[in-house]
């Protein structure tokens, strides 16, 4: 039995989960290959709760950062109804958002939009703990920035980071919103950045930066299908740098990087 683990999660009967061994991909951090995307589901499921429970156990919340984009929201869908998961702690999680494109929140575009409507309104998450990014707002870089400190400052020191982050990443090797070669990849001293140019596919984004993402404790890119293969097998090489290929810029500091991708995603190598 490889990378199998059992999981209690809080009330909630003990559950296994056993995925056949299959090679991966020398990517940087931890890789775990899965068959299809339903198993890349379940294998990243099992790690979240596991994340969760121990988050509550040790602090009393967990937070949770989700990305937008296409890939994700199967695995979302997953999470609200699979029973596996009924033991999710969502009225001790706060959620926040890694990245948001620059529209109001009813826009077809909305990382939110979609994210809000699977998770939230099926959820009993307290409303002060769902923390969408305000995109359209000037200081909406700010205001977030200002809404993280506030909520992660309850924790001691050192504690004070993300607990789970949840990336995608697009075919030219972005994650996030930070897109290759685009200002925000340059942010210092910065949590929340606002990123546009040449590079970034439209709407204007607001993103968390690498530093904010680096400082988490658990970093997990859901990579999925063909069409990220080509990419994956450019990251393995290691022969670009993150203005390239943004997510070679995902290095926790002390945290750990684990990538869930399939088995179509690892396939040109
Ligand atoms: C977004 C994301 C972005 C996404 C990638 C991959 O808001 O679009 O956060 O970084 O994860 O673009 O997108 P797909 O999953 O649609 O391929």
């Known amino acids: 039995m490889t990378d199998a683990f059992a999981a209690q999660p809080e009330g909630n009967e003990p559950y296994a989960f056993e995925e056949a061994a299959l090679p991966a991909l020398r990517l940087p951090g931890r890789v775990h290959v899965s068959a299809n995307k339903y198993d890349a589901y379940d294998a990243l499921m099992a790690d979240l709760l596991i994340h969760a429970a121990q988050c509550v156990r040790q ?5 949770l950062a989700l990305s937008g984009g296409s890939t994700p929201m199967p695995f ?20 926040w958002m890694v990245d948001e494109r620059c529209v109001p929140f009813d826009h077809e575009k909305s990382n939110w939009r979609q994210i809000g409507e699977i998770l939230v309104e099926a959820s009993d998450i307290p409303k002060n703990q769902v923390h969408p990014m305000q995109a359209y707002l000037p200081d909406a870089d700010t205001r977030y920035e200002q809404e993280l400190r506030e909520a992660l400052g309850w924790r001691e020191r050192g504690h004070d980071r993300l607990d789970f ?20 990849q340059d942010a210092k001293d910065r949590l929340v950045v ?3 140019g040449s590079t970034v596919v439209p709407p204007d984004r607001l993103t968390m930066t690498y530093e904010l993402l680096n400082a988490s404790r658990f ?9 990220k293969a080509a990419m994956l097998a450019r990251i393995a090489k290691k022969a670009d740098d993150f203005h390239e290929i943004p997510i070679l ?3 926790p500091l002390a945290g750990e990087l ?12």
């Not at 602090?59 to 937070?63: C, I, L, M, Q």
């Not at 979302?76 to 959620?95: I, K, N, S, V």
């Open 59 to 63: 602090f009393g919340d967990f937070h």
């Open 76 to 95: 979302y869908e997953q999470l609200m109804t699979d029973p596996r998961a009924r033991g999710f702690p969502w009225a001790r999680t706060h959620l």
């Open 165 to 184: 982050v949840l990336l995608g990443m697009g075919d030219e090797g972005h994650t996030a919103s930070l897109f290759p070669h685009s200002v925000a």
């Open 194 to 196: 606002f990123n546009r």
């Open 219 to 227: 970093i997990a890119p859901l990579v999925l299908g063909a069409n």
């Open 249 to 251: 810029g995902i290095s």
């Open 258 to 269: 684990k990538w869930f991708i399939d088995q179509d995603a690892s396939a040109s190598t």
